[in-house]
């Protein structure tokens, strides 16, 4: 099932944030199915808005051995399964033109990844296959540059787009979150805030790229507490073994946990 309805998703009467989450990368049909069966599970019993996250490939990666993926049209085949299995939409990046037509036949959301989001090409191929774009803030970016990259959307005959924070570099090796940009990006467009990638320390002398998931409920309680309109959080059984990005991961056992306070806390700004 594509789901065509969600550029401001509601999960019933719900007024809560929405979230993305799910694993770095599809590495499988199982571990996708288990992973998503949870996150949807959580969100339910909590009713909150849930998008399934995952790559269908990595492009951006540090070093040439590094984990890509299992296949185009096979790990895309895994999330058009957990949209169907869950009646759940599904969100993954793109990297190139070409890549847009083809993902946009499996998934919901085309994301458009940090480094990319002035890419002028890409952003108006997603816009075109009329799903939502989901624009990540590049790290280099002011909060008032993204609104030309949502106008690049507009200007393609498309209204359905968001705006990703994933925080802003500093230094060489370590990431920070003004969190002075929500209010500022929200004149645009929805915006999400894209706690474990915030959270990262790239630039690494191993090439891997490091990160502080001891910070996760504490970034995420500030952007919940500064209006975002949803979350977007990486999560895994297994981060340690996670093939991209589980230095910055959350533990899908502490997923539950972490979302039953960020409720409480929204239910709380709720009332302001």
Known sequence: MIHQDIPYIKHNNSNNFFLLAGPCAIEGEEMALRIAEKVVTISNK???????KGSFKKANRSRIDSFTGIGDEKALKILKKVSDTFNVPTVTDIHEVSDAKLAAQYVDVLQ????????????VAAAKTG???NLKKGQFMSPEAMKH???KVKDSGSNKAWITDRGTMFGYQDMIVDFRGIPTMRKYAPVI?????SLQQPNQNIGITGGRPDMIETIARAGIVNNVDGLFIETHFNPA???SDGANMLHLD?????LTNLVA????????
């Open 254 to 258: 502490n997923l539950e946990q972490l």
């Open 46 to 52: 909590l009713e909150i808005p849930y998008v399934f």
């Open 265 to 272: 806390i929204k239910q709380l700004v709720n009332t302001f």
């Open 112 to 123: 458009i990844p940090a480094f990319l989001v002035r890419q002028t090409d890409l952003v």
């Open 149 to 151: 990259a949502v106008q």
């Open 241 to 243: 073994n996670a093939k």
């Open 131 to 133: 799903k939502v774009v």
């Open 193 to 197: 805030l894209d706690v474990t990638h």
